[in-house]
């Protein structure tokens, strides 16, 4: 079922100072946004922004960008960010597809990828956000020696992306195809996390390196 537009979330949005409609921008020079030179990590598919705003209170020396363009869902994250005035994240609405228009080379330390749609189809696989083609663009805009944490609740999905990272000389540091809470005391269980967690479904975690 396709949930309906909000057609007041852009224009919320575009009230936020928190949200970069023109981000390009700020291409090579997030640092200066940010006005520090800590560390610039990323979470691609944010959706309604629980695991960043959480992970954004806990690491005050890091800086985030949160990337999602279904507005429906980021309307949320980004109100979250400008209540709770975390001045150490900034959300752009964009396709992650054209990630390399707003990250210079080696400008970012880390991204994650939390639950993103398998798109299981042959068709549609190079739409994922794990598909090699995404992975060339990542390659570069991380600096060398930084990593890309993944999580998701579809197996077959996560073993292709095994391969795709292996293809694409990252270094694989760990990987777990059951991913125990009690093990991860640091974990932050996202929104589709909690869902698939509920069910009792078994959630896929790697940690790729990226080897320059
Ligand atoms: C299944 S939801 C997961 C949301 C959240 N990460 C979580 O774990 O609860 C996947 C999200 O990824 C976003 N997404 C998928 N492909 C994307 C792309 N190419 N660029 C930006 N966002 C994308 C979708 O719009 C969707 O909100």
Known sequence: MRLRKKHWAVPEMKENPYVYFEGEEYRGNWQEVFQNTNGIHMEIGAGKGHFISELARRNKDI?????????????????????????????????????????????????????????????????????????????NILANNSEIYLKTDDRSFFEESLEYFKENSFLIEKYDFDMKLEEYPENIVTEYEAKWRNKNIPICYGVFRNIK
């Open 63 to 139: 800086n985030y960008v949160i990337i999602e363009q279904d507005t429906n869902a980021f309307v949320y994250a980004c109100r979250k960010i400008q209540e709770e005035e975390l001045e150490n994240v900034r959300a752009l609405p964009i396709n992650a597809e054209k990630i390399s228009q707003y990250f210079d080379e080696d400008e970012a330390n880390r991204i994650y990828i939390n639950f993103c749609n398998p798109w299981p189809k042959n068709r549609h696989k190079k739409r994922r956000l794990t598909h090699p083609r995404q992975l060339v663009q990542y390659k």
